[in-house]
């Protein structure tokens, strides 16, 4: 079945300190994949996506992502974190446009504080 | 654009009352999704519309809860009657094949049943 995983809850890290959320997925081809950033209050906003080529991603606010088809992985990182990224990100697949039917699979989120 | 634009922000509502949330897409988007977001449940998928025909329902929690799109700009969701744990915030995403399943989301409806 297709699934999307985020195995950390909750990351607390200070600010400047480097970053790593963690997403693996399950799934039967290549997929689509996001990340996906929510501000207390608000939605969800895209912060980069992977449909192909270059495995490593970049995304807006200074954070990339890395793909990883052998660990079925697309973990995202930041080199120095900023109080202002404090946030809920969720990773998300997305099946091959077909036939219309574009749902994505999000995980369950993973909540980041920052410490000044 | 003006992106994804849901109506109210926010709803208060009492047990047993009728509820309704709109949601317009952006201009142009074919597909459009309801989702509904709770600390216990996280983001989860209610349905999903293409063309304005609902494609995939079987998030739909109970048949209290019935979603409309009679148009390419406009939707709605609606439940009665509403309990208290519907309380939730509900969002409204949009997106088309040439976005290649990006999907955009509105602010979202934060909805609180008493």
């Known amino acids: 079945a297709q699934s999307v995983t985020q195995p950390d809850i909750h990351i607390t890290v200070s600010e400047g300190a480097s970053l790593e959320l963690r997403c693996n997925y399950s799934?039967?081809?290549?997929?689509?994949l996001f990340w996906y950033v929510q501000s207390p209050g608000q939605g969800l906003q895209l912060l980069l996506k992977y449909f192909s080529g270059d495995t490593l991603v970049q995304g807006i606010k200074g954070f990339e992502a890395e793909f990883k088809r052998s660990q079925s992985s697309f973990n995202l990182r930041k080199p120095s974190v900023h109080w202002s990224d404090a946030a809920e990100y969720f990773c998300a697949v997305g099946p091959l446009f077909s036939g219309g039917y574009n749902k994505l699979i999000f995980g369950a989120g993973t909540r980041l504080a920052v410490h000044p | 654009d003006a992106g994804v634009i849901q109506s109210p922000r926010h709803e208060v509502t009492e047990m047993g009352q009728e509820v309704t949330l709109r949601c317009k897409p952006i201009?142009?988007?074919?597909?459009l999704f309801w989702y509904r977001q709770t600390m216990m449940r996280g983001l989860e998928l209610l349905i999903y519309?293409?063309?304005?025909?609902?494609?995939?329902d079987s998030g739909m929690p109970e048949d209290r809860f019935s979603a409309k799109m009679p148009n390419a700009s406009f939707s709605t969701l609606k439940i009665q009657p509403s309990e208290p744990r519907d309380s939730a915030v509900y969002f409204c995403?949009?997106?088309?094949?040439?976005?290649?399943?990006?999907?955009?989301f509105g602010a979202g409806t934060r909805l609180s049943v008493l």
């Open positions: 799934y039967g081809a290549t997929p689509y």
């Open positions: 201009s142009g988007h074919n597909s």
């Open positions: 519309f293409n063309n304005n025909v609902p494609i995939d």
């Open positions: 995403a949009s997106t088309t094949g040439a976005a290649k399943n990006i999907q955009y």
